[in-house]
């Protein structure tokens, strides 16, 4: 695990510097985006977690040293499945979603950062911020296009979570039925909270695209590395 010099911030009365969402504002900077790759973006949540967990989560995350995603592919004549994996790791990268421009606005990684360089990731209404997990290996698209994307967020109900949406061969459940429509079973992934061993299940899924062409999710890892304070 990497070491950290210890540090105090202020937050905004939730212990993060930057007011908690429902995923409304993130949803529609990714719609007005007018990148076509991500503006069709929508987020689930995980099921509530406490806080104390979601601010460790926050504060502390250097790294994901493994995210991989596997499903299988179906071509529309029918020809057996063949297996994709979508992975990635080290590159955790603090980003803000352009409202009415292309792209995204990519700063630093985390793990290029001490956390306490966070307490500058201040609430931008006008264009919002996420963490994003680069999947790119293998595949042709920008680097952040293909992507596992997480923010923490609040339930429908208010209470603390993390947001997630999953742009790769796997989606998201809400992404997938955006994409075309879910696909098969949904598959529980493990997301670390801490370095304690707290998890919270984020949910993927394989798509229909409408046209025969089918992915099936069938599994995923995620095993990050957490900061200590010296």
Excluded: H
Excluded at 91 to 103: L, M, N, P, R
Excluded at 112 to 136: G, H, K, M, W, Y
């Amino acid at each position: 695990m990497p070491t950290a010099d210890s540090f105090t911030a202020l937050g905004r009365g939730n212990g993060f510097p930057f007011c908690l969402d429902n995923v409304s504002t993130l949803e529609s900077a990714f719609s007005s985006n007018t990148d076509g790759a991500i503006n069709s973006i929508v987020l689930d949540r995980t099921d509530a977690v406490p806080l104390e967990d979601l601010v460790s989560f926050f504060w502390n995350l250097s790294e994901f040293t493994t995210c991989t995603f596997v499903n299988s592919f179906t071509n529309s004549d029918g020809s057996s499945g063949t297996t994709t994996v979508d992975t990635g790791g080290s590159d955790i990268t603090e980003a803000q979603v352009i409202v009415g421009g292309e792209g995204l606005d990519v700063g630093d990684t985390l793990k290029s950062t001490e956390p306490r360089e966070r307490v500058c990731l201040e609430d931008n209404v006008a264009n919002p911020r996420i963490f994003i997990q680069s999947l790119r290996e293998g595949s042709s698209s920008p680097r952040y296009t293909t992507g596992f994307y997480v923010t923490p967020s609040l339930t429908s109900g208010g209470d603390p979570c993390i947001a997630y949406a999953l742009n790769s061969q796997c989606k998201n459940p809400r992404l997938a039925n955006v994409i075309g429509f879910a696909n098969g079973s949904e598959v529980s992934v493990n997301l670390p909270l801490n370095s304690s061993g707290d998890t919270v299940a984020i949910k993927i899924v394989g798509v229909d695209y409408g046209s025969g062409d089918t992915t099936t999710a069938t599994s995923g890892n995620i095993v990050a590395d957490f900061y200590t304070y010296s």
